[in-house]
């Protein structure tokens, strides 16, 4: 027995089904969600010694020396964190484009380091080349 419906073709369904949409990106989201903390592992860095080729030295460096003790000397002469700008533009004669070699006992932390480079930018010095030991070549 067959009711009759008008026509025998099936009507289109004019509607995005979402529900896989939603299974794929739950299980995508899960998987960020384990391998995000596995890409962030901290790592112990021993970074390797730079034989790079040595500058040629201008005439009068400026040298600002972190000691082991975390006092600044500005060439020979010791000098406070609070004076700095001021002994800079002295010694610079106010030439903010002027190199600043800053070199820094390897018992310095590193955080110290980077305030005294925070202090030099703050000062107006954005040009500053830090000075190492030069490595000898092995030829």
Do not use: C, W
């Not at 390897?106 to 955080?111: A, L, M, Q």
Request: charged fraction near 25%.
């Amino acid at each position: 027995m067959r009711l009759d419906h008008s026509d025998d073709a099936l009507n289109e369904v004019h509607e995005i089904n979402v529900t896989p949409f939603i299974d794929v990106m739950l299980v995508l989201v899960i998987i960020f969600m384990v391998a995000a903390p596995l890409a962030t592992v901290d790592i112990k860095v021993n970074l390797p010694a730079v034989s790079a080729e040595p500058q040629q030295r201008p005439d009068e460096p400026l040298y600002l020396t972190l000691k082991s003790d975390l006092s600044l000397a500005l060439g020979d002469e010791s000098v406070s964190r609070e004076r700095l700008p001021s002994t800079l533009d002295a010694a610079a004669k106010g030439d903010k484009d002027r190199p600043i070699y800053l070199r820094a006992d390897k018992t310095v932390p590193y955080g110290e380091l980077m305030e005294v480079m925070n202090l030099l930018r703050a000062a107006g010095y954005l040009k500053v080349a830090l000075v190492g030991l030069e490595k000898a070549s092995e030829s």
